[in-house]
Every structure is written in C-alpha cells, then in structure tokens.
C-alpha cells in the first residue's frame, strides 16, 4: 500500500485521501493545483524505526509459522526454524509489493520512504502488511504507475511461491479425518494454480498445504484486497488515476 504525505494531516496511516481534482484536466494547471494544495515536506530515508518494525514482523511472522506447523516456540526456541518458510515467502511477498512502489514512486521522481511494516498477532498470520509514505504524485499517470506497480511486483512473487508450495504439499482424499490448521477458501486464481501444480482440482481432495503455499495464499489476498477500487487501497489510486472526480 502507498500512502501519500500530506503534512497538514498527519494521523493514522490510511487515513488521508487524495484530494479531488479540478473539473480540467489540463496537465498544467492539474499541476499548479496539487502545488497550492501541499506545503514542502521532506521524505525521509531509511530510518531505524523501518529496520526495527521489519525485524519485529519477521519474527512475528516466523511465530505464527511455527503455530502452524503445530509446534510450540516457546518450549524451545529451536523450533523457531519451523516458521521460517512461511515467515521468508509472506515477508518477501510483501517487501516486493512495497518496493514496486517505492522504485517507480523513485523512477517518477516522486520522493517515498522506504517501506514500514506492521506486526501483528502471531496467532494469526503475524502481520497487518506494510506500507510506504510519499509525496503526492504530480500527474495521474505517475498516481497509476504507482498504484499499480505494487500488486503487479506483488504476483510475481506470490505466484510461483504458490506454484511451489502446491507442488510440495499433501494431497488426502477427501474422506477421513480433518487435517488440523487454517481451512482457506478457494478462489478461480488459487483453484487454477492448483490444477496447474498438481493436476486436482481442489474441491475433491483435502490440500495440506505446504508454509509455503500458505504464504502465497495470503500474499494473494493481500494482493487482490489492495486492488478494491476504494480509498487508500492500491485499487483507489488506480481507479483515481483513470477517473478522476468521476471516480468521487
């Protein structure tokens, strides 16, 4: 997720919105408008809070890996290497959908931060996702570029994780015992991916599905839910970018 730094409105990430534009759309005068709109704001580089909120969400992340698995951490830490392979994948997932952003933001001449990361409870996938702070971009061609370049950075890792996590999962008929851990839904993308690595469809077996595999699965939804067409989300810049004030 990109999250454009308005220094008037400094609050909960997510919370500012890219103003309306004028009823023009005359490149110049578009220009001149987002000019009068911002004060000048330095966008800072890597800071330590970036290294600290990553390596608290690599280990949060590693945990809710090893809770998966159905080892416990805590008894002994060595087990922590358990959670690793979901850990890696969900992480790099993310780092590469983030720095999309952050290199085209750059390639537009947009300044942004390197990405922040979230923690989150490691009883659940360990994370809330990252997200960049940058300037308002000057024109909607660099306002889709940027919007677009996450999710599309984003496939390209979490796709042939999935590809290899399938390849290396478990297949079970689907009569007896429920596997323990997270029953994920099925989707037409992740359906298709499964046919394609395993030559199943997913509705008549049971998938252990491998960390991996797991991580892509999340590292799709994350994906495809930062394209809804809304507000801050990935999707809303893009949709803004075609629309404009129509898109209001």
């Given amino acids: 997720m990109s999250e454009p730094y308005y220094p008037e409105r400094v609050g909960v990430p997510g919370a500012a919105s890219y103003p309306d534009a004028p009823e023009h759309d005359r490149a110049a005068e578009y220009q001149r408008w987002l000019a009068a709109q911002r004060r000048p704001v330095q966008v800072s580089g890597l800071r330590p809070i970036h290294v ?118 478990e297949v079970r008929p689907l009569v007896g015992p429920e596997p323990v851990g997270i029953t994920l839904g099925n989707s037409v993308v992740f359906a298709l991916l499964t046919k394609l690595a395993l030559h199943v469809s997913p509705q008549d077996v049971t998938i252990v599905l491998h960390p991996v595999a797991l991580a892509g699965w999340f590292g799709l939804f994350v994906t495809f839910l930062n394209l809804l067409p809304v507000g801050q989300l990935d999707g809303g810049h893009v949709i803004y970018a075609l629309l404009g004030r129509a898109h209001r």
């Fill in 52 to 169: 600290i909120l990553f390596l608290a969400t690599l280990l949060t992340t590693t945990l809710a890996g090893t809770f998966q698995a159905g080892v416990n951490p805590f008894a002994d830490w060595r087990l922590l290497a358990r959670g690793l392979p979901f850990s890696m994948t969900l992480m790099s997932i993310l780092l590469v959908h983030e720095m999309g952003h952050f290199v085209v933001s750059r390639w537009h001449g947009v300044e942004a931060t390197p990405p922040y990361f979230i923690p989150g409870p490691p009883f659940l996938i360990g994370t809330f996702g990252a997200f960049i702070r940058m300037r308002t971009p000057t024109n909607r061609t660099a306002l889709f570029d940027v919007g677009a370049a996450g999710p599309w950075a984003g496939f390209l890792i979490a796709i042939p994780a999935v590809l290899y996590g399938l390849a290396h999962s």
